[in-house]
């Protein structure tokens, strides 16, 4: 492969001349520029850029053009880094019983869909260890009650940093993280819930039948970051299916199953191409 591929983002406060800057580099580098998008939010006063870039690797200076990007960071008082767009993003799967988002996840990796290694799944059950061991993919079961579950949570902690996984995604992992937890894995931990936020009444142990009781016209799902108010964090993608009077429970259950996987499919997508920017309480997410 003669020319290398990387992916570039950025957040600063927003002032005249950063993309003129930023171009300077990446042309001193002689780069080609594949895609660039910029938004400046101008209710947090923040600009955000994403770039999408190659360089031949007769050219490439990788030490430089990293010691070139940290100085413009600092000049622009920004965070932002540079990554291999063809080097695969570690991840590990929390799950518990139920596998049709985990499914989903190893199939979209396996075909490419997803540019990722699934580097271990851990569950406090052992329902899905078949599922790992089918797709050679470690298995890590880590069981949790109330007198563990300080110990346990601080397990997964300690195998995501033994994994090197740059994020954890709870595939319908059906415990709640600690306050202290959710601050270990801020901003690197994604959740799917069965509904779509805010404004859902999901607090029953029967959403389904609550749902076919009140004769719902969408099921939805969102996938958002984990924090340490349950269910709040900010949104990275959203989606509903529609329904009607006929869907019993069951069925309502296998559309909800169904945009839940589609919903966390997107999401670890957005993020794993570096897409996503978190911005207070929400999300920016350059296309």
């Known amino acids: 492969m003669s020319q290398i591929s990387f992916i570039l983002n950025c957040s600063a406060p927003s002032q005249r001349g950063q993309v003129g800057a930023l171009m300077q580099i990446l042309e001193a580098h002689g780069a080609y520029i594949e895609a660039f998008s910029v938004f400046d939010d101008v209710s947090s006063g923040y600009f955000y850029m ?20 940290q100085n413009f960071l600092r000049d622009q008082h920004a965070e932002g880094q540079i990554w291999d767009a063809h080097e695969p993003v570690k991840v590990l799967i929390l799950g518990s019983k139920t596998d049709h988002c985990l499914q989903t996840l190893i199939g979209a990796s396996k075909v490419g869909a997803l540019h990722m290694d699934i580097v271990g799944i851990a569950s406090n059950h052992e329902d899905l260890q078949p599922i790992a061991q089918y797709n050679d993919i470690p298995y890590f079961y880590l069981p949790v009650s109330d007198e563990n579950r300080a110990r346990q949570e601080q397990q997964l902690v300690d195998l995501k940093m033994q994994l090197e996984a740059e994020f954890v995604v709870l595939a319908r992992y059906m415990q709640v ?8 894995l801020n901003g690197q931990a994604i959740n799917i819930h069965h509904a779509f936020l805010p404004g859902a009444t ?5 959403p389904y039948e609550q749902a076919h009781f009140r004769g719902v016209k969408l099921i939805g799902a969102t996938a958002h970051y984990v924090t340490p108010d349950l269910d709040a964090g900010p949104i990275i993608e959203q989606g509903v299916e ?46």
């Open 50 to 69: 994403r770039s999408v870039f190659n360089i031949h690797r007769n050219e490439l200076n990788l030490n430089q053009l990293h010691t070139d990007y």
């Open 242 to 287: 529609r329904v009607d009077h006929a869907y019993l429970p069951a069925d309502l259950l296998r559309s909800s199953r169904h945009i839940q996987s589609v919903v966390l499919e997107r999401a670890l997508q957005h993020v794993l191409e570096r897409r996503v920017f978190i911005n207070g309480e929400r999300t920016i997410i350059l296309r």
């Open 202 to 206: 999901t607090q029953t142990d029967k």
């Open 177 to 184: 993280l600690s306050p202290k937890t959710c601050r270990a």
